[in-house]
């Protein structure tokens, strides 16, 4: 699977808007950009996923840049239960593993 | 809403000890999977499970671990010889084969080696 890249951290306030910037350069065609999060002491739980198109879900949603090269993750208000780490991850078969970054830690302050 | 279930939430053992850690997926999925999250540490792929065989395992996975699907709803990871380096967060994950590749989570078994 193609690589990813994000930022190791990020900072919010509550309340506010937060995008999460995710870098795929080397996506193939038939890839689909994934996010996951993991909240303190949980395991990973899905976010949203998409292909070429935006997407929106009651969580989040997704912008997808036109060359799909990155995409971004919005929380349109984050709550300080969005505190976790987000991971961005290409996935070229629906029964492929998933494989993890480091993610981005997103701190979100009250 | 359904969930992947895991028991048990921790598990001390000793060193050369077995252990098996137990999930129950989500009732309709037809993929399970295990994972593994050794503390400050990225999420590892094991191995994956579709049709009573293991359809993909990484390096990790090796002799020592071994997967049972033993009934209708348990998925079983055993650890034969436990060494200290397999202390870790294990988590178990389904999938219903449908909903493109959007894998569900349990909430883990720490397991410490001593």
């Known amino acids: 699977d193609a690589k990813t890249t994000q930022p190791n951290s990020m900072e919010s306030n509550e309340e506010e808007p937060v995008h999460l910037p995710c870098n795929h350069s080397?996506?193939?065609?038939?890839?689909?950009i994934h996010w996951y999060r993991q909240l303190p002491s949980q395991g990973p739980e899905y976010v949203i996923h998409g292909l070429t198109s935006n997407v929106n879900n009651r969580m989040a949603s997704l912008a997808i840049a036109e060359d799909r090269k990155s995409s971004t993750l919005i929380l349109h208000r984050a709550t300080l239960r969005d505190a976790a780490v987000y991971y961005c991850?290409?996935?070229?078969?629906?029964?492929?593993?998933?494989?993890f970054g480091k993610g981005t830690r997103l701190s979100v302050i009250a | 809403e359904p969930e992947v279930t895991q028991t048990p939430s921790h598990q001390v053992t000793q060193m050369g000890q077995e252990v098996i850690l137990r999930c129950v997926p989500i009732?309709?999925?037809?993929?399970f999977y295990w994972y593994r999250q050794i503390l400050g540490q990225k999420v590892e792929f094991l191995v994956s499970f579709y049709n009573n065989e293991i359809s993909e395992k990484s390096e990790i996975f090796d002799d020592q671990f071994s997967v049972e699907r033993p009934d209708g709803s348990n998925f079983t990871l055993k650890i034969r010889s436990t060494k200290l380096e397999d202390s870790a967060m294990y988590f178990c994950a389904s999938w219903d084969g449908q909903f493109r590749g959007t894998q569900y989570f349990g909430p883990g078994t720490r397991l410490l080696v001593l």
């Open positions: 080397t996506i193939s065609g038939t890839d689909y």
């Open positions: 009732s309709n999925h037809l993929y």
């Open positions: 991850i290409l996935q070229n078969s629906g029964n492929t593993p998933l494989v």
